[in-house]
């Protein structure tokens, strides 16, 4: 009998010759019964492939500032470079690292000291070393101001304070000197920013950007 040539599953042996199913009627009936069963099984998790692209965009863990969001990635729709060098009673002080970049870091040694290369978020403007580049890299094309970046930064900037110095202060652009609030400063590519606070000095300095800034 085919039952026992085959085994009987489904106990299709007590089923009279006359009506006995033919072998492919009987392989679907078996796929019908196992579909049915599996109808009651809990769906699997989608694997990381058929999840798609994970989410780099918005705010991962710092709330906007000024209109500029603090982002899971760097975008670079939008990427230019300014330096900011700023000067109380002539004496240089440092823009720190990580300025616009969320905490928990991953610094890194570069040439230039420091280099914060990982964070939980990375607002559009930001520092990756205590260089005084300010890096801007946007989602979206629009004209940023150096009072934007000290919002980020949570420092204050005015006519008489840049930061914790404080006294009158005297802004240079390109060597020229910039009149009026020093926050309206638009940032532009390759843009050489200098700030004095306390005394007129030093004159303003070059700087030359790095190779593929």
Avoid at 91 to 103: D, F, H, T
Avoid at 162 to 185: L, R
Wanted: aromatic share 8%; proline share 10%.
């Amino acid at each position: 009998m085919l039952h026992k040539r085959y085994g009987d599953p489904l106990n299709l042996g007590s089923i009279s010759p006359r009506i006995l199913p033919t072998r492919s009627a009987r392989v679907a009936a078996l796929i019908l019964v196992l579909a049915l069963a599996a109808c009651g099984r809990p769906a699997a998790a989608p694997t990381a492939a058929g999840m798609g692209t994970p989410d780099t965009s918005g705010a991962a863990t710092a709330p906007p500032v000024n209109g500029i969001s603090c982002d899971r990635a760097e975008s670079v729709l939008f990427h230019i470079h300014a330096h900011l060098a700023i000067y109380a009673n002539g004496e240089p002080q440092k823009v720190p690292y990580g300025v616009g970049i969320g905490q928990p870091w991953h610094v890194a040694q570069s040439a230039e000291g420091p280099f914060v290369d990982r964070g939980s978020c990375f607002y559009w403007l930001h520092t990756h070393t205590e260089d005084g580049i300010i890096h801007i890299e946007s989602p979206v094309t629009r004209t940023f101001t150096l009072g934007d970046f000290f919002a980020i930064w949570g420092q204050p900037i005015g006519a008489d304070a840049v930061a914790g110095a404080h006294g009158k202060v005297f802004a240079y652009v390109d060597g020229a000197p910039f009149e009026g609030d020093p926050a309206a400063i638009p940032l532009m590519d390759h843009e050489v920013i200098q700030l004095d606070v306390g005394v007129d000095a030093p004159p303003p300095q070059t700087y030359t950007f790095p190779t593929g800034l």
